[in-house]
């Protein structure tokens, strides 16, 4: 979006973070930076119990009100995004069904 426009935006609708079972936010504070998108996390949390991760090397509102802050160090994030795809594909925690016929993946 950045390079397309000048500014960088979501490609999806924050509406639906309401029906997530677990939010995983990194390198933002979503509660200070855009707190009528995080009003959907919060009703997530309520609605489906769902868990809330922050991935931030700094402690803020969004760290504050999240289940789990993971303080990574700053330029270890690919680390950190790398070894989440090597669980995902090695414990098959990913679906299946959708992944190879839609991604590069098959």
Known sequence: MGTSFGRGGATTAQQD???AD???IMGSSMA???PVGFQWVIE???KNGA???HVDPRFNRTSAMSDYWLPLR???DIVFLGALIN???SNDRYFRDY?????NAA
């Open 51 to 53: 868990t809330i991760i």
């Open 32 to 34: 200070e930076n855009h």
């Open 44 to 46: 997530a949390r309520e």
């Open 99 to 103: 992944v190879v016929p839609y991604t």
């Open 74 to 76: 700053a330029g270890s």
């Open 17 to 19: 973070l309401a029906n």
């Open 22 to 24: 677990a939010i995983l």
């Open 87 to 89: 669980y995902t594909i």
